[in-house]
């Protein structure tokens, strides 16, 4: 893992990034996003949601995985954010990352993934850390502020309360 004061400087830049894109991006009302895990936020003030596929999505025809449109117009935060995980874990493989603000998700787990994820979160807020439940039932709080960690999202995890401003990065290989 990389120096304190050298993942400071990256999660700043990242952040500043992010907080760049947010500005333009289209907001979603919590309520009507389609995905079925993701919960209205009642403890959290935010009103809307963003989201942000880099990488490889699935293509319409479910055949073949496919650079995502939003990839395509936010290249250089793909290239910004391959180097720092390149920094924090050479061997970590992955092929895309999701990126959400003011995002929570009930109990799930990711189906799409393939191996372990990365997740990191930046941002001004207080809380929001993932809680993961492994196959006897314990549950493991896993907070990834500032600091990306490693986990499993085949398990069944989700969204601790939080307030403030969340954005939350999450590494993982596209099945
Ligand atoms: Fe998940």
């Given amino acids: 893992m990389m120096d304190k004061l050298l993942l400071t400087q990256w999660c700043n830049i990242i952040l500043y990034y992010l907080r760049n894109i947010a500005k333009f991006a289209k907001k979603y009302p919590l309520k009507k996003n389609s995905r079925s895990n993701i919960i209205e936020d009642k403890t959290n003030k935010n009103l809307y949601t963003i989201t942000l596929n880099l990488g490889k999505v699935r293509s319409y025809s479910k055949k073949e995985l496919v650079f995502s449109k939003q990839h395509t117009k936010n290249k250089a935060l793909w290239q910004i954010l391959n180097c720092f995980m390149s920094e924090i874990d050479e061997k970590f493989k992955f092929n895309s990352i999701f990126i959400s603000k003011n995002l929570k998700c009930g109990w799930h787990t990711d189906k799409n993934n393939i191996g372990l994820s990365y997740g990191l979160s930046l941002g001004d807020h207080q809380g929001g850390g ?26 069944l995890h989700k969204t601790l309360d939080y307030n403030g401003e969340r954005f939350v990065l999450i590494f993982y290989t596209h099945k």
């Avoid at 993961?132 to 986990?151: A, S, V």
């Fill in 130 to 155: 993932c809680i993961i439940k492994d196959e006897n039932g314990d549950e493991n709080i896993l907070d990834y502020h500032n600091y990306p960690r490693q986990f499993d999202g085949h398990k």
